[in-house]
């Protein structure tokens, strides 16, 4: 079970909104000089962590394209699993390097538990290139050199669904907002809201992402496959809800010439289901105000929102400005998470 520190519930729901108003879940503040000198403990030092170590051993590398692998990470402990609630990341001990890295898991916590999954508990961490990371960079070893190895991870983080400090029946719909891996810990909760039977009417999925090289194909956009299967397909009709995800292609080369729907069409977007009561847009471009303004909603339903970011630093506090300048957004309806 994830047992939070002591501060854990009080740091998340007895936290003045002026507070959260100006803090990001993981973030120290601190200038690029001062940033370049901590390891991810350091840096968030502040969160919540779990109590115990984890055994974990690599089972399967996957190249998404030359910047991102993902990583099953199978539970060595089959009987108990690993208990987290979706957003959190791990601090992960990779042989010979004294300090542990900070890597997100995407899975759901529902394939961590034994009793709920029909394969052998894992997780899945999502890991872009960085050398300069030591962490980082030994995930970035052949895949034989690492597979079968055994690492300790620790739980921790408080940027989660469901959002700490609301009633989570009052929420009838979610707004995720992500820029490029960014995406991780929304994934591991899109996951895990389609998996459960709760009261939400809306997901809506604002995701930004590079396209990797000149011909891309869609699953080398990291997880976009496993995104349009949450929106594409038909929910049951136990689960009322409606999926709308925007993608917005950046750096598609040969920009002057393409077009919103060239790019849909490089992209070979399936149509959704007639029934699936989703929609599935492609953009070239940023996410930007207007696209802003159609999530947000009108002011009814902007209370009845919650709204999450995860992106490169400036994204994110440009949309987290955004969202909190809205009279019917309190503070706590929006939630963000930053890594650099
Ligand atoms: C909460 C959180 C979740 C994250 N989730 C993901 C994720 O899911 N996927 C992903 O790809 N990235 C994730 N990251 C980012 C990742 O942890 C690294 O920050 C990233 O790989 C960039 O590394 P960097 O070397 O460019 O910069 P930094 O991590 O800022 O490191 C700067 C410098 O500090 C030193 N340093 C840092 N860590 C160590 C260490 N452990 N040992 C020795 N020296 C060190 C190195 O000299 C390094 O060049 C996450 C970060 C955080 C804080």
């Known amino acids: 079970m994830f047992k939070a520190p002591a501060t854990f519930t009080a740091r998340l729901c007895i936290l003045r909104p002026s507070l959260r108003r100006t803090q990001c879940a993981s973030m120290m503040v601190q200038n690029a000089s001062t940033k370049a000198n901590l390891s991810h403990e350091e840096r968030t030092a502040t969160e919540p962590r779990g109590d115990g170590l984890h055994v974990v051993r690599v089972d399967r590398v996957t190249a998404v394209n030359d910047n991102i692998r993902t990583f099953k990470l199978a539970i060595e402990d089959t009987r108990n699993g690993i208990d987290f609630l979706p957003g959190q990341w791990l601090d992960v001990h990779v042989p010979s390097i004294k300090k542990a890295g900070g890597f997100t898991v995407t899975s759901s916590p529902r394939e961590a538990i034994p009793a709920t999954s029909t394969e052998k508990p894992f997780l899945e961490l999502a890991i872009q290139k960085s050398p300069d990371n030591p962490p980082a960079a030994w995930f970035w070893q052949p895949a034989e050199t690492i597979t079968g190895a055994r690492l300790n991870v620790r739980i921790g983080g408080s940027f989660v669904w469901p959002p700490p400090g609301l009633v989570k029946e009052s929420i009838k719909r979610v707004v995720?907002?992500?820029?490029?891996?960014?995406?991780?810990?929304?994934?591991s909760m899109i996951s895990y809201i389609g998996q459960q039977r709760d009261s939400l009417e809306q997901v809506r999925l604002l995701y930004a992402t590079k396209l990797p090289s000149t011909n891309p194909e869609r699953t080398e956009?990291?997880?976009?496959?496993?995104?349009?299967?949450?929106?594409?397909?038909?929910?049951?009709s136990s689960q009322d809800l409606k999926g709308h995800l925007e993608l917005f292609v950046t750096g598609a080369h040969n920009k002057t010439s393409r077009s919103d729907k060239d790019v849909s069409g490089l992209l070979n977007l399936p149509p959704p289901e007639p029934e699936a009561d989703a929609t599935v847009k492609v953009y070239q471009g940023r996410i930007d105000e207007s696209a802003l303004s159609r999530a947000v909603g009108d002011p009814e339903t902007q209370s009845s929102s919650v709204f999450y970011v995860c992106g490169p630093p400036h994204m994110t506090d440009s949309i987290v400005q955004h969202l909190r300048n809205k009279e019917n957004v309190a503070s706590e309806q929006v939630l963000c998470e930053k890594w650099w």
């Open 221 to 236: 956009i990291l997880f976009l496959p496993r995104i349009l299967d949450f929106f594409c397909e038909p929910r049951t």
């Open 176 to 187: 995720f907002i992500a820029g490029g891996v960014g995406i991780n810990p929304l994934m």
